[in-house]
């Protein structure tokens, strides 16, 4: 496994990790994605989660899934405020179409991201807060793992120390810092998983979610879920984002609270 992150090609629509940053030039003052990414399960559409580590969280139990290396990278237009919500993204066409990408022109003040992508179970526990199912807890849960340029180096290490992503086990935290990554600032591993073992914990989650077992451990179609749209389609989200006002800068008090800000 090579650590020269900078010159390595991905599959997907990110291609190759970018250059870091001109420290001289103007940051982005937007905080943001525009509309969910998903996936066909039977005659449904499941939304795909990215995955978040709180700020101050010391300990996230996760298993990877992905055989060997993560390999697929896309741009995004990610974490924008549409139809009420924070939890919205759209793949950028900027790379992949020859016409360039519309919503790029929306989001004037926030260029769209570079992200290597991975899969993973969220083991955490989570309570629904209200509706039929209040009180029912949620565990086990399939994310897509986001990874941002700054951080391949430090991912793609551990990867290669731990012989590949497959089955392994890990504690996630994150600093108290808010500019830390979403992803976690700390990866702590501790074992590996067999097959059988995924297959026997994880199959209640599957079964809820509605896929066999053997499918829910396996990592997300990434071609499938980040497929860029058409250039037609791609020109409506824009006029409608740019329509509702989702271009406009979002105050700092939006984002402040990241509990009411989630993926």
């Known amino acids: 496994m090579t650590t020269e992150a900078t010159t390595r090609t991905y599959r997907g629509s990110g291609g190759s990790k970018p250059a870091p940053r001109d420290p001289n030039s103007k940051p982005s003052k937007f905080r943001g994605p525009a509309y969910i990414l998903s996936e066909k399960v039977g005659d449904n559409e499941k939304k795909v989660t990215p995955f978040m580590v709180r700020v101050g969280t010391k300990s996230t139990p996760v298993v990877t899934l992905d055989h060997g290396e993560f390999d697929f990278a896309v741009l995004l237009h990610a974490r924008f405020k549409a139809n009420g919500s924070w939890s919205n993204y759209v793949v950028c066409t900027k790379k992949s179409d020859p016409k360039g990408c519309p919503v790029c022109s929306v989001f004037t003040e926030k260029p769209s991201q570079w992200f290597l992508c991975g899969t993973l179970v969220d083991r955490s526990v989570w309570v ?3 509706g039929k199912n209040k009180g029912k807890e949620i565990s086990n849960q399939r994310r ?3 990874v941002t340029a700054s951080q391949v180096d430090q991912m793609e290490l551990i990867g290669g120390k731990i012989g590949g992503w497959r089955g392994a086990v890990f504690d996630v935290g994150r600093s108290t810092d808010q500019k830390s990554p979403r992803i976690g600032s700390n990866w702590f591993y501790s074992a590996k998983m067999t097959e059988e073992d995924m297959l026997e914990l994880f199959e209640p989650a599957a079964a809820g979610y509605g896929l066999p077992v053997d499918q829910y451990i396996e990592p997300f ?3 499938e879920i980040l497929k ?4 037609e389609e ?3 989200i824009a006029a409608a984002i740019k329509a509702e006002g989702a271009q406009e800068l979002a105050p700092a008090s939006s984002v402040s609270n990241e509990a009411d800000v989630p993926f």
């Open 128 to 130: 629904i807060p209200d």
């Open 144 to 146: 897509l793992l986001l």
């Open 221 to 223: 179609n990434y071609e």
């Open 228 to 231: 860029p749209k058409s250039f």
């Open 234 to 236: 791609m020109t409506k």
